[in-house]
Nanobody, 127 residues
Framework: VQAQMESGGGSVQHGGSLRLSCVFS????????MTWFRQAPGKEREGVAG????????LYDDSVEGRFTISRDNAKNTLYLQMDNLKAEDTAMYYC????????????????????WGQGTQVTVSS
């Protein structure tokens, strides 16, 4: 059974919007910080937005600041990523990640600092 599963990806035109969801099968404590990553073909996986489950405080990569909004519904064990004003360069496979092992917030966007991953959902933006 997948511990977490993404949905909501699809194909949109430049300037369009999509909302991704990530449902966690249960709360295990490893979800104290959750992050959306993306990976384009031939590129490294990069963190785009992260959120603390408790406080709701957020972190964003500069490339998506002001266009993407991360949020969570703790009662539903669900993580969201609202993506507006999408650009062609946002095209990638998007993953939700939990079980962070970083000891400094500066490492929040490093893929090697997470132990739990979903299977991903594809986002394609046409220009």
């Amino acid at each position: 059974v997948q511990a977490q599963m993404e949905s909501g990806g699809g194909s949109v035109q430049h300037g369009g919007s999509l909302r991704l969801s990530c449902v966690f099968s249960s709360y295990t404590g490893a979800e104290w910080f959750m992050t959306w990553f993306r990976q384009a073909p031939g590129k490294e996986r990069e963190g785009v937005a992260g959120i603390w489950r408790g406080s709701g405080d957020t972190l964003y990569d500069d490339s998506v600041e002001g266009r993407f909004t991360i949020s969570r519904d703790n009662a539903k064990n669900t993580l969201y990523l609202q993506m507006d004003n999408l650009k062609a360069e946002d095209t990638a496979m998007y993953y939700c990640a939990a079980g962070p092992t970083f000891t400094t917030t500066a490492d929040w966007a490093r893929a090697d600092k997470y132990r739990r991953w979903g299977q991903g959902t594809q986002v394609t933006v046409s220009s």
